[in-house]
């Protein structure tokens, strides 16, 4: 998986009013959840763009202080009416304990069904999997080429090596539905079919 650095500095001072001033000066308040004792510190909201708007999915190094930190995010909390981001959770992470994370969907291949005139329906952008930080890709990859009309793809269909799928093995993810288009060409050939099966000679 690929990695984004973000240099920071530690919070001394705490509560409404430190915060307030923070965020007037264009930086972003965050906290590291870790085994034993949380950290509190504050980036400019420019440091977390790479990360933040993209559909992709860092490990995060923290340079808080000076000192490294592995990490990856959690949440982040958008103001309401302005969408600039008010608070952002990260969670350590260390190389022999596993982690839980999203991990973006690529769908491939070109469907039979949508070839035969189906639609594609993607119901799902990313996946909850657990497994050691060195075992994170930084895709999952689906293959659609032998999903037929009425057929889909769910969640407990798929198996990743050194990984765990943590969502609902029975939710949806992509699926191939009949088109509007392809339907009334069915009903559309509909009467012909049948007029012509009532002019038909019947076997004696």
């Known amino acids: 998986m690929k990695t984004i650095e973000i240099k920071a ?5 705490f509560g409404k009013k430190s915060t307030n001033s923070l965020r007037a000066e264009g930086n972003v308040p965050c906290v590291m959840y870790m085994e034993k004792n949380n950290l509190h510190f504050y980036a400019h909201e420019n440091a977390f763009r790479g990360l933040v708007y993209t559909p992709e999915v860092y490990l995060v190094t923290l340079v808080v202080d000076g000192k490294n930190y592995n990490a990856v995010m959690k949440e982040i909390q958008w103001h309401p009416v302005t969408d600039r981001i008010l608070h952002i959770d990260f969670m350590q992470v260390s ?10 969907l690529r769908i491939t291949g070109e469907s039979v069904g949508v070839k035969a005139g189906g639609k594609l329906r993607v ?17 999952l990859t689906i293959d659609i080429t ?13 198996n990743y090596e050194n990984l765990e799928i943590i969502d609902n093995k029975r939710a949806m993810i992509v699926s191939v539905d009949v088109s509007r288009i392809s339907l009334k060409e069915e009903e559309a050939a509909a009467p012909g079919a049948e007029a012509a099966a009532a002019e038909a000679p019947a076997e004696e």
Request: no cysteine.
């Open 9 to 13: 500095v530690s919070r001394e001072h």
């Open 95 to 104: 190389e022999d304990k596993p982690v839980t994370i999203d991990i973006p």
């Open 123 to 139: 119901k799902r952008r990313a996946l909850k999997v657990k497994g050691l930080t060195k075992n994170l890709p930084d895709h």
């Open 146 to 158: 032998n999903i037929g009309i009425g057929q889909s793809v769910k969640i407990g269909d798929l």
